[in-house]
């Protein structure tokens, strides 16, 4: 399993929460909010190997929570730099990551009343950022 500082686990952390927090955000509800977090935590205890270590251990990382666009510029580039990190430094977990964030963010939308366009909108903004150059 490749070595990762601290901070190199905590972007990639920010990245992955970061993402379902956004579409979690994007159709907010009480009743919503609950099924969706069960649909994230069930998406990331399904991840192995470095993947699974990174985003199942440790606290949960430190997202603004003044507006969803301060969200936005803080997750969307640690999604992006999560993408370098891992084709430099673990390049076998990369398509595993890319797959069990984007799962993660689909099964979050589709996990109270399906997903709408707000939602959508943000799972294309989370895969695009996730497909960046390797």
Not at 43 to 66: E, I, M, Q
Not at 110 to 133: F, M, N, R, T, Y
């Amino acid at each position: 399993m490749a070595e990762l500082t601290d901070d190199e686990r905590d972007t990639l952390k920010t990245g992955a929460f970061g993402a379902v927090y956004l579409v979690s955000n994007a159709d907010p509800g009480l009743f919503s909010m609950v099924k969706e977090s069960f649909a994230a935590s069930d998406a990331f205890a399904g991840a192995t190997g470095l993947v699974k270590n990174v985003l199942t251990t440790g606290g949960l990382p430190k997202l603004p929570r003044d507006t969803p666009e301060a969200v936005e510029a803080l997750v969307l580039p640690a999604l992006r730099r999560s993408v370098a990190i891992l084709t430099a430094k673990s390049p076998h977990d990369l398509e595993h990551y890319r797959a069990t964030v984007a799962g993660a963010a689909d099964r979050v939308a589709g996990a109270a009343s399906g997903v709408d366009a707000a939602e959508s909108a943000i799972i294309v903004k989370i895969k695009q950022a996730l497909a960046a150059p390797s």
